[in-house]
T-cell receptor
Framework: GAVVSQHPSWVICKSGTSVKIECRSL??????MFWYRQFPKQSLMLMAT?????????EQGVEKDKFLINHASLTLSTLTVTSAHPEDSSFYIC???????????FGPGTRLTVT | AQSVTQPDIHITVSEGASLELRCNYS??????LFWYVQSPGQGLQLLLK??????LVQGIKGFEAEFKRSQSSFNLRKPSVHWSDAAEYFC????????????FGPGTRLSVLP
């Protein structure tokens, strides 16, 4: 149980375009989802926290207009990178937490390459 | 501010040898602590977690960790390392008393010699 999936696992897009990454909890209801960013050989940095039906809370320094997060249902959250630039190339990982649990379950990650 | 540190960036051990990965935390209250493993290009897998109670925590794949409040440490151990244990290991802690929003340590890369 407690499986989180991400789609796509790898995406290449051109500079200036937008790309959407999906995060799904497959067998539980995720009241809270988290989005992280990981640069090569570095740790994960929390970008934002989203609660189902509410606006996401962004960490300091993360542009909310550039990284649009939607958590419209208890099983799906999306991260849209708008007007992507090469410096947005990174590994994006989501995690999900169900109501009453302190534990996060992580997705397999999405590698974004902006050319 | 709360933080999690991992003093060792890279550790190399021989297969069959014992392993200890260090993790120190800085929290104002009782922390919730976790160890994750990440293989190249993969997501994170939870090895074990500490919330309260017994300070020696058993995890998957033969790993264990000990919470030591006096040393603000949560070191990960394994008595005999396998080649498949080569990966990146992250210690993490919750940033508040509600267990939400992790703070990750910088990670320790483990290499295993045959």
């Amino acid at each position: 149980g407690a499986v989180v999936s991400q789609h796509p696992s790898w995406v290449i897009c051109k500079s200036g375009t937008s790309v959407k990454i999906e995060c799904r909890s497959l067998d539980f209801q995720a009241t809270t989802m988290f989005w992280y960013r990981q640069f090569p050989k570095q740790s994960l940095m929390l970008m934002a926290t989203s609660n189902e039906g509410s606006k996401a809370t962004y960490e300091q320094g993360v542009e909310k207009d550039k990284f649009l997060i939607n958590h419209a249902s208890l099983t799906l959250s999306t991260l849209t990178v708008t007007s992507a630039h090469p410096e947005d190339s990174s590994f994006y990982i989501c995690s999900a937490r169900e109501r009453g649990s302190y534990e996060q379950y992580f997705g397999p990650g999405t590698r974004l390459t902006v050319t | 501010a709360q933080s999690v540190t991992q003093p060792d960036i890279h550790i190399t051990v021989s297969e069959g040898a014992s392993l200890e990965l260090r993790c120190n935390y800085s929290y104002g209250a009782t922390p919730y602590l976790f160890w994750y493993v990440q293989s190249p290009g993969q997501g994170l897998q939870l090895l074990l977690k500490y919330f309260s109670g017994d300070t020696l925590v058993q995890g998957i794949k033969g790993f264990e960790a000990e919470f030591k409040r006096s040393q603000s440490s949560f070191n990960l151990r394994k008595p005999s390392v396998h080649w498949s244990d080569a990966a990146e290991y992250f210690c993490a802690g919750s940033r508040d008393n509600y267990g939400q929003n992790f703070v990750f340590g910088p990670g320790t890369r483990l290499s295993v010699l045959p």
